[in-house]
């Protein structure tokens, strides 16, 4: 079991910027991937980026590539989200996850369901 917790959201006006944090405790050797979904209210839950554990390397969605940016640190099991030029649809609660494995087709680690582990989420709001 791995146990997340998110911090950094807030209020932020369009064209702002906000860093995530997400710090992972518990069975952390299990991490394959580690990143972060958001969920807007009456939207399903949507893939905004992740990062390949044992590789560093980082994907992120077409929606906020080029302005999000998905960064780890594994010393402190940590990932990090900077999010620059906030768009009011980036408002969301913006959930941590773990997939405990490895994948080498693309498709799998963009799916909510297939995720082990959940932060509590953090809310982030952009006003317009």
């Known amino acids: 079991q791995v146990q997340l917790v998110e911090s950094g959201g807030g209020l932020v006006q369009a064209g702002g910027s906000l860093r995530l944090s997400c710090a992972a405790s518990g069975r952390t050797f299990s991490i394959a991937y580690m990143g972060w979904f958001r969920q807007a209210p009456g939207k399903e839950r949507e893939f905004v980026g992740t990062a390949r554990w044992s590789t560093g390397n980082t994907y992120s969605a077409d929606s906020v590539r080029g302005r999000f940016t998905i960064s780890r640190d594994n010393a402190k099991s940590t990932v990090y989200l900077q999010m620059n030029s906030l768009k009011p649809e980036d408002t969301a609660v913006y959930y941590c996850?773990?997939?405990?494995?490895?994948?080498?087709?693309?498709?799998?680690?963009?799916?909510?369901?297939?995720?082990?582990?959940w932060g509590q989420g953090t809310q982030v709001t952009v006003s317009s």
């Open positions: 996850a773990v997939l405990t494995r490895y994948y080498s087709e693309n498709y799998y680690y963009q799916k909510a369901p297939l995720y082990d582990s």
